[in-house]
């Protein structure tokens, strides 16, 4: 233990990011000379932050602070466990007795995948005992298990105790316990074999292999002379293991935590097993400032007010409240209108908050705001890849070129990619090509696309009777598309020694980007679509390749493409169209997001506008939990949670949620209620009674009932 390790505790808002800063700098200021009065080798320290947003904001501030003096390498826990492995590879190789092959992460939706492949031949009949779902969803709710385990230092081997006490009521059984823990212990041990590392394999390594060696441990402390760590609340458990190194070794360790928070509790989050690292440091409480929020001023009254201990509202909040969900988008928009065009507040000053902000809600709010030139930033709004239509004329396009894949092309599909993709001047010709317009479109495919299960493909355009009605830029567009999709096929056919390298299809997206999108001038949103298609593209090739050169038997490159396409249109592949910062600013917009993404993003707004106030999804503070969760922190006693526990959790979750939500809310809140919910159904959520007893708008007035 040492002194000089500090423990820095506050709520939202209350300065514990800056005070972990000024703690690096005065780290960094610190006399590092020889006793000759020779300079030393530079310091370094290793600077924790939850999640890589919030690691980008922190940097530029501690570059500001310590101005050269010392090395800082930034990182987030899971970035932290990945990079090591990778680094160490040699050494957790020995450790297991493997083969040498160079590590290939997989990505979430690739990771599921090949374990649904996998498990073919699981006995779903007992899982769906348990609870009937789809098996996918079962193949993902076990990959979580997996995670979860591995962020809570729980073996793989310990974990049927585990599922068994804990799940009983879910008639988890010994024998459906063992049975769940030897399909992952058999595909961890498969992905190994293969090279292949997910998240919840790579962070088990980590933990078991790495940190328990004192070699690493060696390493790990002359590499980094101190630890700064923020929000650590949100961290697994394993990562209070990791900072144990440096204060077991009287090296200097900086904590944040905040009480509060648990953002990501439920989603490998321990902060309980965290706030253990306290009994090695100093503490610093600091307290948030009271005239900076809300939270400051009305949140213990609406906290006591919501859990029942009183039964008034001192200071009310404002509710706009209509009969059906479309009215209150419409009249949450309105208000957001007025407010900005009368000059009460500018768009960053106002977010709409909601625990479940559908796509419905954020299509409607933003064509109603930008309508009236009002911008719109969607936090972190993962649309699916397939929503784009750019991204479903390559796909389109993919399914031509490639033979034996017919029944994923249709007339529908043909003609929404002759619009997209004739739209532009080419990249290879002088020629202007016209753009194909939807009428024209949808005659060239019912009369020129020629169905077939193996070699679908566009006819010439003499095949429609009055093709001359179709005009020349049209005429020409299509001849120019077919051509190079005739060039395409051809090159695709490749030599018998070496089909595989001729066929890749990434060369078939990245041709078709430059020929008919690149000349286009895209927009942010539609980049990113294209970036994350490309990156997604080039993954899932490179470990189709791997799969090629560990397998005996393996599937035609072409059924490997049709699975790619399916992959895509099944939704689970998503790019964020709205990027926050594109030119490296923030935007001045109205920010839309769930109450999560919002937490987790740490904004502070003038106006908030929390959307279907009314709706159940509040309950347990609108948090995810994962599986499983419960059973994997360190705290867990061992016994099942009972109906009271869980209403205890809900209830606690709820308060933190409120108490952050009032802490980043600097001047008005609007409870937006809705009788009904999008399915029609009567909206019953623990916040009602706050919606009930708040002033309608109509009677609030234009004034702010905070003073």
């Known amino acids: 233990m040492t002194s000089s390790s500090t423990w820095i505790c506050g709520s939202v808002r209350s300065g514990k990011t800056t005070t972990l800063i000024h703690h690096l700098a005065a780290w960094s200021s610190q006399n590092d000379l020889h006793r000759d009065g020779s300079q030393k080798p530079l310091k370094t320290a290793l600077v924790f932050a939850v999640n890589a947003d919030n690691r980008q904001a922190l940097m530029p501030a501690i570059a500001q602070a310590t101005t050269g003096k010392i090395v800082v390498q930034s990182t987030t826990p899971l970035g932290f466990f990945e990079d090591e492995v990778l680094l160490f590879w040699p050494l957790v190789l020995k450790a297991l007795g493997l083969q040498a092959h160079f590590p290939l992460r997989l990505r979430p939706e690739t990771e599921q995948e090949l374990a649904t492949q996998f498990w073919q031949s699981t006995p779903w009949e007992h899982l769906l005992d348990v609870e009937n779902m789809p098996p996918e969803r079962w193949v993902r709710r076990i990959l979580d298990l997996l995670q979860l385990a591995a962020f809570g230092g729980i073996s793989l081997e310990t974990l049927p105790r585990c599922l068994e006490d804990g799940l009983g009521q879910f008639k988890c059984t010994h024998t459906l316990a063992e049975t769940i823990v030897q399909m992952l212990m058999n595909w961890q ?124 509202l001192s200071t009310p909040l404002i509710s706009l409240q209509t009969n059906s969900r479309a009215q209150l988008l419409r009249k949450t928009a309105d208000q957001i209108i007025q407010a900005i065009q009368s000059g009460q507040a500018q768009p960053q000053d106002i977010a709409v908050i909601g625990p479940g902000l559908d796509t419905i809600a954020r299509y409607t709010l933003i064509e109603i705001l930008t309508a009236q030139g009002i911008p719109v930033e969607s936090l972190k709004d993962q649309r699916p890849l397939n929503s784009s239509a750019m991204i479903r004329a390559l796909l389109t396009l993919l399914a031509l070129v490639y033979p034996g894949l017919g029944h994923l092309v249709d007339a529908e599909l043909i003609a929404e990619m002759l619009v997209v993709l004739t739209h532009q001047r080419s990249a290879s010709i002088v020629l202007k090509v016209g753009q194909i317009d939807p009428v024209r479109a949808g005659l060239l495919a019912d009369y020129c696309f020629q169905p077939h299960l193996d070699h679908p493909q566009l006819l010439p355009v003499t095949a429609f009777p009055r093709w001359d009605r179709l005009g020349y830029q049209a005429t020409t567009a299509y001849n120019h598309l077919s051509a190079w999709l005739t060039q395409q096929r051809e090159a695709s056919q490749g030599t018998s020694a070496q089909p595989y390298l001729t066929l890749n299809p990434v060369f078939v997206l990245d041709r078709a980007i430059q020929e008919f999108l690149a000349p286009h001038t895209l927009t942010y949103d539609q980049l990113a679509d294209l970036r994350e298609l490309m990156e997604t593209a080039q993954h899932y090739w490179q470990v189709d390749e791997r799969l090629r050169q560990t397998q005996i038997r393996y599937p035609l490159l072409s059924e490997t493409v049709g699975q790619f396409i399916q992959l895509l249109r099944q939704g689970t592949i998503t790019a964020n169209p709205f990027p926050g910062n594109p030119n490296g600013q923030p935007r001045r917009a109205v920010m839309l997001a769930t109450t999560f993404q919002y937490r987790m993003a740490r904004p502070v707004h003038r106006w908030h506008f929390w959307l279907d106030a009314g709706s159940a999804l509040w309950h347990g503070g609108g948090a995810v939990i994962l599986w499983g969760a419960p059973l994997c922190l360190r705290h867990w006693a061992g016994e099942p949670l009972t109906v009271e526990d869980e209403m205890n959790n809900d209830q606690a979750q709820l308060r933190r949620l409120l108490l952050d939500l009032l802490s980043r809310v600097t001047e008005q809140v609007f409870l937006c209620h809705s009788d009904l919910s999008v399915s029609g159904q009567e909206q019953v959520g623990p916040l009602l009674p706050l919606v009930d007893a708040s002033l309608l708008l109509a009677d609030a007035g234009a004034e702010t009932p905070y003073g």
């Open 189 to 312: 041990d498969w992905c190994l074999q293969q090279g292949l590392l997910t998240y919840g394999i790579l962070t088990a390594l980590y933990w078991r292999y790495l940190l328990s060696d004192a070699t690493y441990q060696d390493h790990l402390l002359q590499r980094y002379q101190a630890v700064f760590a923020d929000d650590v609340d949100s961290y697994p458990a394993i990562a209070r293991d990791l900072f144990e190194v440096w204060l077991h070794h009287e090296a200097i360790g900086i904590f944040s935590f905040n009480p509060d928070g648990a953002i990501r509790l439920g989603l490998g989050a321990d902060p309980d097993y965290l706030l253990g690292l306290s009994d090695s440091c100093q503490r610093q409480t600091l307290d948030p400032d009271p005239a900076a929020s809300l939270g400051a001023t009305i949140g213990s009254n609406i906290i006591e007010f919501v859990s029942g201990t009183t039964f008034e």
